[in-house]
């Protein structure tokens, strides 16, 4: 049987000095903000709509920089424009962008 191809598309969001980034948490590690392109979706819309879904912000999606051709994946970096979701005791803020869930990515 054949394998079927998701497309999926990821971003990279990072603070204004490129030295933290927005991660999503999952059971057992971080990963970026991104998942499936939906049918009739371009990878950029796929982009914007999962990182609004996971994350409750919102993004301008800029350049490509990363596509992973055996399992479709595309990452763009991305530039975030607002936070749709009020902070809890247990997110990471930004003093720029209270309630976003920052991490500092390991030396």
């Not at 000095?17 to 991660?23: A, H």
């Not at 350049?63 to 607002?82: K, M, N, P, Q």
């Amino acid at each position: 049987m054949a394998a079927v191809r998701v497309d999926a598309a990821y971003t990279l969001v990072s603070d204004a000095v490129g030295e933290r980034v927005l991660l999503v948490r999952n059971p057992d590690t971080w990963s970026l903000l991104g998942g499936r392109r939906e049918d009739g979706e371009s990878l950029l819309e796929a982009a914007v709509r999962e990182t609004r879904e996971e994350a409750s912000v919102v993004v301008h999606v800029g350049e490509r920089i990363d596509v992973e051709l055996h399992d479709g994946f595309t990452v763009f970096r991305a530039e975030l424009l607002s936070v749709r979701r009020r902070p809890t005791a247990a997110t990471r803020t930004s003093p720029r962008w209270p309630g976003c869930p920052w991490r500092v990515p390991a030396s």
